[in-house]
């Protein structure tokens, strides 16, 4: 049995959080909201994020310092824009050895950091090396349900990952081990900007030519950026890259498809995230890729696409228009020169 500290009790740090309890570990669920903590403890239930019975046995807090008391593992699943937060507050605090896994996925604009990223920039004695990953197509409400899931978790340290690996797994929740962090980060990440327009093609009433279409091109986008900045390009058949991407774009579970058909439907961003109530990851990471592939000259046209739609309230079909009208090319032509060339280095 292991202490672990979830620290983020949204929906999949509260999935995850069942998970580990099944597996028999001391889950402590942490949250910023006193509120929130109390009413976990005393209704076993997280009423707001997921409408389903949590194990007695998680016990919830608001004090960070007493949720990673004497931890072995410390999980991170929190928004990426929260995460320097976070590590700068368990960066005062955290005064012994722990594996440190994170499950959020996205990239940091400006800075344009993956998430391991900025985790060891705040965290004094963690180096990128020792950080995890799990990524990988699963929607928290199946998960907290206890339907059969697959993943994988990703670390440098083949013994940090070992470990992940050993903490998670059982009979209804697989777990995969990798050391391609960048590309496991990377497919959690963009495939979040491709499900915003699947959810915007639906929400314009498209059928599911377009939508498979927008899919595999747009996985064509994330192994041309992933494999420009050192990701192994075999990564995104996998589970984090084209399993995760299926699940999100074609799921009314998935919150950046239905972002994106509200979008698609005429809905303003401001009024869609309302709506939503939780934090859309495909809004700053679509940001951050097209700001990367303007810098890099890399060709993302979807993503530029939907950076458009979000960002510069460009009409939907304006932008597939444009899509659909772009110069003749073969398909394949420059991403099999970027492998070519990241296997030549």
């Not at 983020?8 to 740090?13: I, L, M, N, T, V």
């Not at 327009?197 to 929400?203: F, H, L, T, V, Y």
Request: glycine share 8%.
């Amino acid at each position: 049995m292991k202490k672990v500290a979830v620290l983020g009790a949204g929906s999949w740090g509260t999935a995850l959080s069942i998970v580990l309890a099944d597996n028999g570990h001391d889950v402590r669920l942490w949250t910023h909201r006193k509120e929130q903590a109390d009413s976990i403890n005393s209704t076993h239930k997280n009423e707001r994020y997921l409408e389903i019975m949590i194990p007695e046995k998680i016990k919830a807090y608001h004090e960070m310092d007493q949720a990673i008391k004497d931890a072995d593992v410390i999980l991170l699943v929190i928004p990426t824009k929260a995460i320097r937060d976070v590590c700068h507050e368990l960066n005062t605090i955290l005064k012994h050895d722990a594996v440190l896994i994170h499950a959020t996925k996205g990239i940091e604009p400006g800075s344009l950091k993956r998430v391991s990223q900025m985790i060891a920039e705040e965290m004094d004695h963690y180096s990128y090396e020792d950080i995890v990953v799990l990524s990988g197509p699963s929607h928290a409400e199946e998960v907290a349900q206890r339907q059969p899931t697959t993943v994988t978790v990703a670390a440098i340290n083949d013994q940090n990952a070992k470990v992940s690996q050993d903490l998670f797994i059982n009979e209804v929740f697989r777990v995969y081990t990798s050391n391609d962090v960048i590309g496991i980060e990377l497919g959690g990440a963009l495939k979040n900007i491709i499900a915003l327009g699947a959810g915007i093609s639906d929400g314009l009433g498209y059928g599911d030519n377009a939508k498979a279409a927008l899919i595999t091109r747009g996985l064509a986008e994330i192994t041309r950026l992933g494999t420009y900045l050192g990701a192994n390009p075999l990564s995104f058949l996998g589970l984090p890259g084209v399993g995760d991407l299926i699940v999100t774009c074609t799921s009314v579970h998935s919150r950046n498809w239905r972002a994106g058909n509200l979008l698609g439907k005429g809905n303003p961003l401001e009024d869609v995230l309302e709506k939503m109530g939780m934090v859309v990851e495909g809004v700053r990471t679509a940001e951050a890729a097209y700001q990367f592939a303007k810098e890099e000259n890399i060709d993302m046209p979807i993503t530029a696409g939907i950076y458009q739609i979000i960002h510069h309230n460009k009409k939907p079909k304006e932008v597939v228009e444009q899509l659909m009208n772009r110069d003749k090319r073969e398909e394949m032509d420059d991403l099999a020169s970027l492998i070519k060339n990241r296997y030549a280095r």
